[in-house]
């Protein structure tokens, strides 16, 4: 229960923050890691506001992504991370229905550098990501990989991938 209401007073501050000069998004994902670390991660969007590439077969955009995670794992103790990214999305034309795919880099702070067996060597984290989905009416549903690592900066730098599946809204 704790773990809910953290993560609903922070999406109340990252909407706040982001969503004060235009229309904000709210997503939910649940996941594992191959370390058997289940993630719970709610984060908040605003879209770039520009199309790019425009053609009969869709378009290409993008939004910032910030969102915090929780990362409950079996061995050690709990984690916790704020990410902020820029994210570019290729949207197919559809009627009711507009297939995704996108791809993303930003950057993720940590409040351990141990996940699971996973040294990551430093709190300060690239995040990498890459996903594809459905957007439909204001919502969406998707699929997304996102991948942690410091890119070599401090060692032991073993990174650490999530796999998620996620809900997006807009109000």
């Not at 791809?103 to 984290?125: H, K, P, R, Y």
């Not at 996903?131 to 650490?160: C, K, T």
Request: charged share 20%; hydrophobic share 40%.
């Amino acid at each position: 229960m704790n773990k809910i209401i953290s993560a609903a007073a922070l999406a109340s501050f990252c909407v706040a923050g982001i969503g004060v000069a235009q229309a904000a998004d709210v997503t939910f994902a649940l996941g594992r890691t191959g370390d058997s670390t289940t993630v719970y991660r709610i984060g908040t969007q605003a879209d770039f506001g520009s199309r790019w590439l425009e053609s009969s077969s869709g378009h290409l955009g993008g939004y910032w992504d910030a969102a915090y995670t929780y990362w409950e794992g079996d061995e050690t103790a709990a984690n916790h991370s704020l990410s902020f990214s820029p994210v570019f999305v290729y949207e197919f034309t559809g009627e009711k229905f507009r297939p995704y795919i996108e791809a993303g880099i930003g950057v993720a702070a940590f409040s351990s550098t141990e996940v699971e067996d996973n040294q990551l060597g430093s709190s300060f984290q690239f995040e990498d990501r890459l996903g594809f989905g459905v957007r439909f009416a204001d919502q969406e549903l998707g699929l997304r990989v996102i991948h942690y690592s410091n890119a070599g900066i401090r060692q032991p730098n073993d990174g650490v991938e999530t796999y998620t599946l996620h809900y997006r809204f807009r109000f």
